[in-house]
């Protein structure tokens, strides 16, 4: 009877429940967790490196509260910090909810268009307040996370003339309070996502202790994707045309005799994204025309959304062919065009800005 008395007790003096940290976060973004969280690692295919660095560090923010004050005796306070960037898709705000489940630890990604306010200090306060908010959950509840998408809306380069001077200080502000939760010690881990690094401050670069890059999935993964995909929809009454397979092997066959044939000339690999030589290759062999090829700069979002494409079309159908997986894939387009189209047109207004003078100084 003791027992549960001091449990109850215990109880009624914890300050942040599930309820109300949802409640207090959940004006800057979305809670999670563990029992919230779909994802799993195992379902993420590819970025086995990322996955390597990213365990190592979810070990150490769960093992950091018990050794915590070993390593302040020792002045050996660790940045719990990662910086995750590359192209929109390639799984870091997936990757990072699945390891905060695996991990059972609850993470808070913020949208950093609900810290941005045109009215002036609105910015530093939200900013201020969501980081010392979530360390104050991680002293009383433990090991807790703060993603921040699209970190370049708060972090970008301070010299950047087009910026206000309101954003200007939002950096300074987000560099000093990331400072003082890092001497203080809280097992609070932050984690900065961005598709465009190029933005960031230099000092947001050097307060992050890990830098992960994210990239597009070369052929191989996105073969495994693909057959991923082809196998879920097997598990539905929807018939799967096994030429699908078929084919996708012997693409898969022709594009890696060609990567072979490649190192054997250059004398070293290269990979499909190093310049134009790999696929000038490839478009040598006109026979080589098929999902590998036309998928070459999508993500394994990209590649879902072809295959939700072709849902709408098999669903009557009732069975999926290699021509409308080919077509549906092809509509929906990789993120890779979409990005360098955006580079394109960024530079575009550079050059019209630099015209009308109101561009910044040539370094």
Not at 101 to 122: A, F, H, Q, T, W
């Amino acid at each position: 009877m003791r027992n549960s008395t001091n449990e109850e007790e215990a109880e009624e003096r914890l300050k942040y429940t599930d309820d109300n940290i949802k409640e207090l976060l959940g004006r800057f973004g979305a809670v999670y967790f563990p029992s919230d969280v779909k994802d799993s690692i195992e379902d993420i295919i590819g970025n086995e490196v990322q996955k390597e660095l990213l365990e190592d560090f979810f070990k150490g923010l769960k093992k950091y509260d018990d050794i915590k004050e070993q390593l302040k005796k020792a002045n050996l306070i660790p940045n719990l910090t990662i910086l995750l960037y590359g192209p929109p898709g390639t799984g870091k705000t997936t990757l990072t909810r699945a390891f905060a489940k695996e991990y059972k630890i609850p993470v808070c990604i913020v949208e950093s268009n609900r810290l941005i306010s045109p009215l002036l200090g609105d910015t530093i306060k939200s900013i201020t307040r969501v980081v010392e908010l979530a360390a104050d959950i991680a002293s009383e509840r433990g090991a807790f996370i703060l993603f921040f998408d699209e970190i370049d809306a708060v972090g970008s380069e301070r010299s950047n003339i087009h910026e206000v001077g309101e954003i200007k200080r939002a950096v300074i502000s987000f560099l000093q309070v990331i400072d003082r939760i890092n001497y203080e010690g809280y097992p609070l881990a932050i984690i900065g996502a961005t598709n465009h690094q190029h933005l960031l401050d230099s000092a947001i670069w050097r307060r992050f202790t890990f830098h992960l890059s994210f990239e597009f999935p070369d052929y191989r993964i996105r073969k495994v994707i693909i057959e991923l995909f082809i196998q879920k929809v097997k598990k539905t009454k929807i018939g799967v045309d096994e030429s699908i397979q078929l084919k996708l092997n012997d693409e898969f066959k022709k594009i890696e005799a060609i990567e072979n044939d490649l190192e054997k000339k250059l004398g070293h690999r290269i990979s499909e994204f190093d310049g134009d030589l790999f696929w000038k290759e490839v478009e040598k062999n006109d026979k080589i025309d098929g999902l590998l090829k036309i998928t070459h700069g999508y993500t394994g979002s990209d590649i879902q959304r072809g295959i939700e494409v072709a849902l709408f079309k098999i669903m009557h159908t009732e069975i999926l062919t290699y021509e409308i997986l080919y077509v549906s894939l092809k509509l929906v387009g990789g993120t890779a065009s979409h990005v360098e189209t955006q580079d394109i047109l960024s530079s575009s207004r550079q050059g019209s800005n630099k015209k009308q003078g109101q561009g910044p100084p040539e370094i």
